[in-house]
Nanobody, 126 residues
Framework: QVQLVESGGGLVQAGGSLRLSCTAS????????VGWFRQAPGKEREFVGV???????YYADSLKGRFTISRDNAKNTVYLQMVSLKPEDTAAYYC????????????????????WGQGTQVTVSS
């Protein structure tokens, strides 16, 4: 089982920026996709974006242009850079490992991810 640990959350004013990190305990890190999801109180878990093992990125349409995902395989870490934050971005943010290795297509569905971090809270004040 791959362990994932998120960090970097916190309280930020609207218009501000945050960078979240997700570090994995897996020597196979470079061979699987890593997704980011978020969940606000009372709402379902929502796809934020994904970076594939081959370094392609895909984002929720509503977040394009404000959120950027990158990875550093040497550090077993994926980053989620968030700019121009809005109060509606307030949520717990989770990273997750895509089921399987060297996936031929990306997935937005939480059920396709088999290891999850504990989450990090992002709160954006107005």
């Amino acid at each position: 089982q791959v362990q994932l640990v998120e960090s970097g959350g916190g309280l930020v004013q609207a218009g501000g920026s945050l960078r979240l990190s997700c570090t994995a305990s897996a020597r196979t890190f470079s061979s699987f996709d890593v997704g980011w999801f978020r969940q606000a109180p009372g709402k379902e878990r929502e796809f934020v974006g994904v970076i594939t093992w081959s370094d392609f990125t895909y984002y929720a349409d509503s977040l394009k242009g404000r959120f950027t995902i990158s990875r550093d395989n040497a550090k077993n870490t994926v980053y989620l850079q968030m700019v121009s934050l809005k109060p509606e971005d307030t949520a717990a943010y989770y990273c997750a490992k895509r089921r399987g290795y060297y996936s031929s297509s990306y997935s937005r569905g939480p059920n396709e991810y088999d290891s999850w971090g504990q989450g990090t809270q992002v709160t954006v004040s107005s």
